[in-house]
């Protein structure tokens, strides 16, 4: 599979957005972030999303020029009205107000409205690294996949959680999770890719699983532990959603069929300072015995190697920076045919 | 079976803990937070607990005079040293606390080192609920049946988490949940009942389903979602236990198996204020909504009733406060052993 480098795509990505009238500093950002994510392995969250991206902007669905603002705010928190900016703009100056308010509080807690889809879960949580803090990230997901338990109305999202904690030496404690045992873009990967799904990843109305992912529409997403998954979504849309005035049940649009309806899109996150514990070293020892006694396990028959969450997509990290970012030649080809629509150079070549 | 009032059961555990040592006020409030657990139904967390802990009291294991006190301190922070106390007594400590941290900052989240058991974890989340604030609670569980996702060394425990938000008319939305697909406590009811455990609860050392509880030692229970739910049991350790200074991974003592080794429990606690997100009657008429537009889902086939998280234990509050609480002849038996050995006044007749 053909590569790209971390800073072509960031590039490419760049002069999308300032092709597509944002602002220089806003789309170096988006650059930033969307080629980051892509970076870590989560291609179902970057450079991919530039083609549906574009289509909402262009029918006017996301505000190229948001006035980001804090509408709510004490000591330990704040609410920000994100315009109908794009989300990542949007998280990111909410990761940065709450370290901030956190490295005074020890605690800081930042939601939003009025945003909109930010990519990976884990690219916010993971801003508490730098800082030693522990970041957590929830969001309201943007199409309805997901019923009650036991009902049939779509009425929640796979609502994700991501929270990042830091080491000295392993490498960070990074969980990226849907609260679905498979999130729906795994699901639409299979249907392109035309392989089946594996049992209990969808049911159909009756109950009985759904295996082909053309049927998806037919079915919806399972929750993962059963009620417990239903349990853990609903949560999380009320802290990302209905706590900060955001979409949430019936409200929520679904940005795959709806491309000019503003998403009043909620996430949250929180930052923990570390320091305000005890001493980070002392903390971040431990977290490294910890993995390291996770990865020392005696392992069942057949498996190779115990993971800690987000070794794989840190080991990502480092391959594709010295190796570059493989591109999918489908990919390759709609990222050229946009170059052209939106006068912006290719990829590359 | 026959029952018991609330009140009866609150003083029966408050006699225990004064014949035990404990002050005044403490054993009133472990009867009360006890009693409980018991009113809601979480049978496993109530006094039935109560051989366990007197056990473990008489061993030197707790101790029933501590001083709790705050170690580490900022705006929306606190960790508390439990000082090897009853963990109810700790963590009612750290909810007041939070509740009063929050209403100056918005959110605070206190820890725990040096806690024990404190019965169910929706006990404290639920201490939030009178102020108009979300309460988010976290613990380490205090024996590790979980390995790593792939392994076979249980560093690992059913580490909860629960969530409880206010409503207006709809009941509170509780979540109180293992992060594996069956607490452990279930195992042991499926044991003294005879009964076979469904497939999905445990799986022995070779990856094969266990059904039989008794064999439970033999084998390891399972996260929920797979390596999802490994991930959520380890964040909440690492929140709950390493952040706190408290045990995680192999540090966990097995309170199943030893009496006299202080615990060192580590739990957390977080305390949202609503107000500071915009107006509170808001807020709780879109949960009722939320709660409303999930109850009235269409049904799969054979539902009788769509459930909101907490809609049974809130049911079972309104009637085992009318009726009496239920216990089971052989725990009324066991109790009364328990009040004679005490020298207290016996449940009732």
Redesign the interface.
Known sequence: MKTISFERLQQFITNAFLSLGMPDADAQTMGALMADADLQGSDGHGVIRMVPYTRRIRAGGVNVRPQIKIV?E????A?VDGDNGMGHLVMKRAAEIAVEK?R??????V?SQWSNHAGPASLYARMALPHDM?GLYFAVGNANHL???????M?LSTNPIA?A?PSANAGP?V?D?ATT?AAYGKVKAKAQRGEMMPEGWMID???QPLLDPKRAEEGFLMP??G??????S??VG??AG????AA???EVIDFNHDDTTATNTGQAI?M???S???DVD??KA??D??AT???A?????G?E?????GEQSEARRVRYAAEGIPIAPALWTQLDTLATELGIAPLGD
């Open positions: 709510q004490r000591a330990g928190m609410l956190a005074a509080t020890g605690i800081a807690w939601g522990i019923p009650p338990w036991g009902g049939l109305d009425l929270v904690v404690i969980l999770m045992v109305r009756s109950g993962i532990g009620y417990k998954g239903y349990g853990l609903l949560i009320l802290l209905t706590l900060n005035g949430m049940g019936k929180c923990i300072d570390i305000a514990f005890g002392a903390f431990r977290v015995t910890l006694d996770l990865r396990s005696e392992r069942m028959s498996v190697r115990i993971w800690v969450p």
